[in-house]
C-alpha cells in the first residue's frame, strides 16, 4: 500500500516463498508506472522477510520492520486483509 496515495497492490501467491518473485515484479510494475524509484517498504518482523536485506540492500530500498503486536503501526493494511 502506498502511503501518500493509501493506494494498494495486490498479488496473489500459492506459497509464501513465492514473496521475492512479487516483490521484484511490483517494484518493476511499480517504478513503471510512476516514474519514481521505490526508496522503502515496510514490513512486519517475520520469517518471510528475512531475506529482504539483501534486497533492499541491492536496489537501495530502506526496509522499515514495525514492533511486533502493535497492529496500529499497519492499520490500514490490517484493514485491507479483513476485507479482501
Do not use: P
Not at 521484484?24 to 529482504?52: C, G, H
Amino acid at each position: 500500500m502506498d502511503a501518500y496515495t493509501k493506494y494498494a497492490w495486490l498479488f496473489l501467491m500459492h506459497h509464501k516463498s513465492q514473496v521475492l518473485t512479487a516483490i521484484t515484479r511490483f517494484k518493476t510494475f511499480d517504478e513503471n508506472l510512476t516514474s519514481y524509484k521505490l526508496k522503502a517498504i515496510q514490513t512486519d518482523n517475520t520469517k518471510e522477510f528475512l531475506w529482504f536485506k539483501q534486497f533492499t540492500q541491492e536496489f537501495g530500498i530502506s526496509h522499515r520492520l514495525i514492533c511486533l503486536h502493535t497492529h496500529e503501526h499497519n492499520e490500514s493494511i490490517e484493514w485491507k486483509h479483513m476485507h479482501i
